[in-house]
């Protein structure tokens, strides 16, 4: 049952609504000492003494799985929710690789089970990261994992994995006054699946309260925190310096009309937004515990009033544009170092591609289709693609299931897997063709090609065809003319 205080996520796993994240680890130990794990784990302790027994953390945070499992093995045990991610670096992965790492975290973890493992994927366009979730629920039936969540998903793949059978409880997400983009079409679809939206970001990285109230806008420099560079450029991409000093202006107003902080304001709102499951407020462990604030958090009532004077300060900020996660994966990269420098080694191609003796380059991307029909994904000539019709197929499976909009971005997906492998990319598409099974499908078809090519608009032709196979829904052809000649 729900307090004021917790939440359930799922079934055998309710949290407390202020997450403790340790992500701040890692900056921390940017200069390449580790914390004393005895020390972190104490003060983990004072956290969950208090009340706050849920803590988020990854595999790359630093050492905060080790720390985490220090406190598991002394002071939590089984009473605290330990949740980690797997992130790893886009390409191809072996089902064996998908269990060592799940391993490792348990090891660093000292614990037989992780409570909620998160997966993060870098690039919709290789099909790899689809392979890993199917794997991952796998891990679920040898009770390794307990319940699995997505991290930094956008609306449309969120979809594309619940309507392809693979069960997730929750997506954590960048969700704050200064970033909005999880109010829209990403909490409808969590209200439809029952899923929960982890919020993180709520504070901007410190920047929402009263410290930086009439304070001049900071230079970029390593003298900030990661968190700090990071929420800077929200600050920049939601309208810069000058209308965030506005929206905290209205922040201070309400915050001592509520006699609390305007960091607590700030979550506040956020925690009660719809399918928001809870927030999650970062911990520097040993510099500056906010066990107090946060218990204050937890009991903070904003009445209608207060919501108001919040919901007419936010129309004055620039919308952050596109979806859940994009930050991670397309320009402007809204990271603390601007790009994905520090988080990425290389971004490998999504298909194996072969050079023919004629010239031509041709992309497999392995599905049954191809061998028994002898044709290729796509084919390169000079500065052309080609590229064959496409169907949500991934390995002997459909993606997707029967939602036509969740097949059809999987068929993009593929699409631009094909493009990236032969060097070419969506913006580089004239033409495209789409064939229908069903003409009341045409929609949610046509929106969904709406949102990968709006600023692009090649030349596009629809009908409604008998397509091959009963389960797809919808298939897709493409051409590209490449700029670049040289493959």
Request: aromatic residues 8%; negative net charge.
């Amino acid at each position: 049952m729900d307090t004021p205080n917790s939440i359930t996520l799922a079934t055998n796993l309710s949290i407390c609504k202020v997450l403790t994240g340790l992500w701040q680890v890692a900056d921390l130990e940017r200069d390449g000492r580790l914390l004393d794990a005895e020390k972190a784990a104490l003060d983990m302790k004072q956290y969950f003494d208090n009340g706050f027994t849920t803590f988020d953390m990854a595999d790359h945070y630093g050492s905060a799985e080790d720390i985490a499992g220090v406190f598991h093995k002394k002071y939590g045990g089984n009473k605290a929710q330990l949740f980690t991610k797997w992130v790893p670096q886009p390409g191809h992965v072996k089902k064996e690789q998908v269990k060592e790492a799940i391993q490792k975290s348990l090891k660093r973890l000292q614990s037989e089970r992780i409570d909620l493992l998160q997966f993060h994927a870098w690039n919709y366009a290789h099909p790899a990261w689809l392979d890993c979730l199917y794997w991952l629920q796998d891990l679920k039936t040898e009770e390794l994992i307990a319940h699995l969540g997505l991290t930094n998903f956008d609306t449309a793949h969120l979809s594309m994995v619940v309507n392809s059978g693979i069960a997730v409880v929750s997506n954590q997400v960048c969700y704050s006054l200064l970033d909005l983009r999880a109010s829209q079409q990403m909490t409808a679809l969590c209200l439809k699946h029952q899923i929960k939206l982890l919020a993180f970001g709520t504070l901007a990285g410190g920047f929402l309260s009263e410290k930086w109230l009439n304070k001049p806008a900071p230079f970029m420099s390593e003298s900030l925190t990661w968190s700090q560079m990071k929420y800077k450029r929200f600050v920049d991409a939601a309208g810069g310096w000058d209308k965030f000093q506005q929206l905290l202006h209205t922040l201070d107003l309400v915050s001592k009309k509520n006699n609390t902080s305007i960091a607590n304001v700030s979550s506040r709102f956020i925690l009660e937004q719809p399918a928001v499951g809870g927030v999650i407020i970062g911990a520097r462990l040993g510099q500056s515990e906010h066990i107090e604030e946060n218990k204050k958090l937890l009991t903070l009532q904003l009445d209608d009033m207060s919501k108001n004077l919040i919901r007419e300060s936010l129309k004055q900020l620039t919308a952050i544009p596109g979806d859940c996660g994009d930050e991670y994966r397309k320009p402007p990269f809204l990271t603390a170092s601007g790009d994905l420098s520090h988080h990425l080694e290389s971004t490998p191609s999504p298909y194996p591609t072969e050079v023919g003796q004629d010239g031509r380059t041709k992309a497999l991307s392995g599905t049954v289709w191809e061998d028994l029909a002898g044709f290729s994904r796509a084919i390169r000539k000079d500065n052309r693609i080609l590229i064959s019709g496409t169907t949500a197929t991934h390995g002997n499976g459909l993606i997707g299931g029967s939602d036509p909009a969740a097949q059809m971005h999987f068929v993009l997906d593929k699409i631009e897997g094909a493009l990236q492998s032969l060097g070419g990319s969506l913006q580089e598409v004239v033409r495209t063709r789409i064939y229908i099974r069903n003409i009341h499908d045409w929609e949610p078809i046509a929106r969904a090609h709406g949102e990968r090519f709006k600023d692009i608009q090649p030349a596009n032709t629809m009908v409604k065809a008998e397509l091959i196979g009963e389960e797809y829904l919808v298939e897709m052809e493409a051409e590209a003319v490449v700029r670049d000649a040289a493959l």
